[in-house]
């Protein structure tokens, strides 16, 4: 049996999905274990906090691995004595529990020189961890590169808003950044690995690049130009103040990062490409990757679920999700679905968008000023759409019918747009949730979205409130409530 912690994270959700896959018993360990979303009915999640030793016992008894995926670097006290107790109790319950193994994640830094606490920390806890007697393999890494991961959105996040920085000469210090998938498979690795004594194993990808060569290389991908004026002056604290303004980090969190990336974090010991049969990929396919499963995950997204489940407040200007900007609204119909789905597929056209015709025919004569399509296409029939259609300066993208109807925008836009119809059943009625999706290329894209958002509001909101008006029309049912 597995006991996982850190389900709840970046890395150990990423790794809960591949135990399952492959029909292991998983056992979770969380301090909040509604938020563990196990894929199997057999993996089992229980209360638990590396804080608390007498939470532990149970939860690692039994257990054959222990995979320890936590930290306590958001933490808003000391994170370092937060982090030495909790390797300390962990350590102890699982020598206690018989556990046979500890798998653990730790950070790359050499030992001839005065690393950052953070670093200094992340070392620290392997050396507890070891000290309970429990054989440990420690995976050292510098950045992981994949959709989510503290690293990447950082990158992310400057290279999309700021076309032009003034940084820090330090952004040149060299790394050793792993994708996430590589990553993932070292910790499935580590289960088979001769563990009778432990073992350090220093992981990294197959490119040595500093952040500011994969900044260059994510801006490349993402088909934006960043220029950088490196300076001396600017110092970890006040680099956390300005990544805190322009990154959804806390300034905390990026100061620790900041401290730690003045280090090189670099493979000197190359004893995992001799024990494991892994080839890690290189910074410019890690960041290919990131982007198509991005991408992947963001087409196969139902948005009725990710909305209601992300937690995120309505707030001005729509909820992110990834680089994404997400608008999204409902309305009740008193009609069946199969009715509200007829009026949603008849849209554009001779039929136009139920609200505002004469703002979609001038931002089409817009488009076709700057070279664009406009609403001159039309569509092929009246009623019926087909994955591939043409719908004004729109093309079907998806459609699941009587469901789910998925539009990708082909107008000039600076990035890339998408607007989503998906109907519920509620017997004799329906809900109709209609979704606009903007992918902002850099800082124009993002600057295009806020300045239009008010009059998106006025349309979007007529157009939902118009197809509601004209299915009851259709049916002859009880007038529809409003779009919210």
């Not at 970890?236 to 401290?259: D, N």
């Not at 006025?458 to 002859?476: D, H, K």
């Amino acid at each position: 049996m597995i006991l996982l912690t850190g389900a709840t994270g970046y890395i150990g959700g990423r790794l809960l999905r591949l135990l399952e896959q492959q029909e292991l018993r998983v056992r979770c360990l969380a301090r909040r274990p509604e938020a563990v979303r196990p894929g199997s009915t057999a993996t089992e999640v229980v209360a638990g906090d590396v804080l608390d030793r007498a939470s532990l016992d149970d939860a690692l008894r039994g257990a054959d691995v222990a995979y320890y995926l936590v930290h306590s670097m958001g933490a808003s006290g000391s994170f370092v004595e937060a982090d030495r107790q909790a390797a300390r109790n962990f350590g102890e319950a699982a020598q206690a529990g018989g556990v046979g193994r500890i798998i653990y994640v730790g950070a790359l830094g050499s030992d001839d020189e005065a690393l950052s606490p953070h670093l200094q920390s992340r070392q620290e806890v392997g050396e507890i961890l070891r000290e309970s007697g429990v054989p440990v393999i420690e995976l050292r890494a510098s950045i992981v590169i994949g959709a989510g991961s503290l690293s990447f959105e950082m990158i992310r996040s400057l290279v999309e808003r700021l076309p032009f920085m003034i940084t820090p000469k330090w952004l040149g210090v060299m790394a050793q950044p792993i994708a996430i998938d590589d990553m993932l498979q070292y910790l499935l690795a580590a289960l088979r690995v001769p563990a009778a004594q432990g073992a350090i194993y220093e992981i990294g990808g197959a490119d040595q690049a500093s952040y500011a060569d994969i900044m260059h290389e994510y801006a490349r991908q993402r088909g934006l130009r960043i220029r950088m004026l490196p300076v001396p002056v600017l110092s970890p604290y006040l680099s956390s103040l300005w990544l805190g303004l322009v990154t959804p980090l806390y300034a905390r969190i990026g100061r620790k990062l900041i401290e730690s990336i003045i280090h090189p974090t670099v493979v000197q010991d190359e004893a995992a490409l001799r024990t494991f049969d892994i080839r890690p990929m290189g910074m410019r396919e890690a960041i290919r990757r990131a982007l198509v499963h991005e991408e992947r995950e963001f087409a196969e997204t139902r948005w009725s679920d990710a909305l209601s489940s992300s937690g995120d407040p309505r707030s001005w200007g729509g909820v992110q999700f990834g680089t994404r900007l997400v608008d999204s609204r409902t309305v009740s119909v008193a009609a069946p679905a199969a009715a509200a789905f007829a009026t949603i597929q008849a849209i554009g056209g001779t039929s136009g968008w139920h609200r505002w015709n004469w703002l979609w025919r001038l931002r089409g004569f817009l488009d076709i000023l700057v070279g664009g399509v406009g609403m001159r296409r039309g569509r092929a029939h009246p009623t019926r759409l087909r994955v591939g259609d043409t719908v004004d300066f729109w093309r079907v993208e998806a459609l699941e019918p009587g469901r789910r109807l998925r539009l990708a925008a082909e107008m000039r836009v600076p990035g890339r747009a998408w607007l989503e119809f998906e109907v519920g059943d509620q017997g004799a009625s329906a809900t109709i949730r209609q979704t606009a999706i903007f992918d902002p290329v850099g800082l124009f894209g993002r600057l295009y979205w806020y300045a239009l958002y008010p009059l998106h509001q006025l349309v979007f909101t007529g157009m939902l409130n118009g197809i509601a008006r004209e299915t009851v029309r259709r049916t002859g049912r009880t007038p529809p409530a409003t779009a919210v």
